[in-house]
């Protein structure tokens, strides 16, 4: 089931402000749905073909927790060692945008790459679990994202918080697939139509379950949060103009222009 979070572009009678929705896309059409997506929720009769809906950030994250060199190759084409233990780092909310909005290039960067990853969206509380505990109890679904990176301030600072926490640095979306077979994924990342990463999931350092637990042991991890996997190899340089795609199978394509930051 592929849950998303949309605005209505035209206003219905009575409103004066387009409030986000939640919404499970089948095909062409989005059906509202009534409820917390995180607890209770139900299939309203309200739907919209999805041409007359904007798709937002299918969530809005309290903390985004991301993986650092899960991907073997990607560590080695940057120079760095695979890490032994998993390399986690957080993005502030406020880089997260949804489909087709802009990522905006700082002047202060020479670089700034695109990262594709499969996320994992938490779906409930999750603070030190059992050994014995079924880690998947604790996921929602999972989305993809884009952990764009100003490489040049990353290398700079040593630490990555400014490299990759500037606004509209995590693009997020389209949609969360509650269903999804991780073993028959393949993570992509396209500029202006050409593939410049591919590779299949399961070619993750660390599993999810891995993750999850490490995550959990450190800070708990509430409904709602975010966990970017990692990135393959075959990360490169966005210039404004550029359309980043992130392509995972089963989930989607989430799709950014990328433009220069006004001064």
């Known amino acids: 089931m592929k849950l998303c979070r949309f605005q209505l572009l035209l206003l219905p009678a009575g409103e004066s402000l387009p409030l986000p929705r939640y919404g499970v896309v089948r095909g062409e059409t989005v059906r509202e749905v009534a409820g917390d997506i995180f607890e209770d929720w139900q299939e309203t009769t309200r739907e919209w073909p999805l041409e007359d809906v904007r798709l937002l950030p299918p969530v809005t994250p309290g903390k985004i927790v991301c993986i650092g060199r899960n991907y073997q190759e990607h560590a080695a084409e940057l120079g760095n060692v695979v890490p032994k233990e998993p390399l986690i780092f957080l993005k502030p909310p406020s880089s997260v945008i949804g489909p087709?909005?802009?990522?905006?290039l700082p002047s202060i960067s020479r670089r700034v790459d695109h990262e594709g990853e499969v996320a994992v969206?938490?779906?409930?509380?999750?603070s030190r679990p059992a050994a014995e505990a079924d880690l998947h109890r604790y996921i929602l679904g999972f989305t993809c994202l884009n952990d764009v990176?100003?490489?040049?301030?990353?290398?700079?600072?040593?630490?990555?918080?400014?490299?990759?926490?500037?606004?509209?640095?995590?693009?997020?979306?389209?949609?969360?697939?509650?269903?999804?077979?991780?073993?028959?994924?393949?993570?992509?990342?396209?500029v202006n139509?050409?593939?410049?990463?591919?590779?299949?999931?399961?070619?993750?350092?660390?599993?999810?379950?891995?993750?999850?637990?490490?995550?959990?042991?450190?800070?708990?991890?509430?409904?709602?949060?975010?966990?970017?996997t990692g990135t393959p190899s075959g990360v490169?340089?966005?210039?404004?103009g550029d359309v980043v795609e992130v392509s995972v199978t089963g989930i989607g394509t989430l799709r950014n222009p990328v433009a220069a930051r006004e001064s």
């Open 236 to 240: 490169g340089p966005l210039a404004a």
């Open 121 to 126: 969206v938490i779906g409930r509380r999750c």
């Open 193 to 228: 139509g050409q593939r410049r990463q591919s590779a299949p999931a399961t070619e993750m350092i660390f599993s999810v379950d891995v993750i999850i637990r490490w995550i959990a042991d450190v800070m708990a991890l509430e409904p709602g949060d975010v966990i970017a």
């Open 100 to 104: 087709e909005e802009p990522i905006l």
């Open 149 to 190: 990176t100003a490489r040049d301030i990353q290398k700079a600072d040593v630490q990555f918080t400014r490299g990759k926490g500037f606004d509209t640095f995590c693009p997020i979306g389209p949609v969360i697939e509650t269903q999804f077979e991780l073993a028959a994924a393949r993570v992509e990342c396209f």
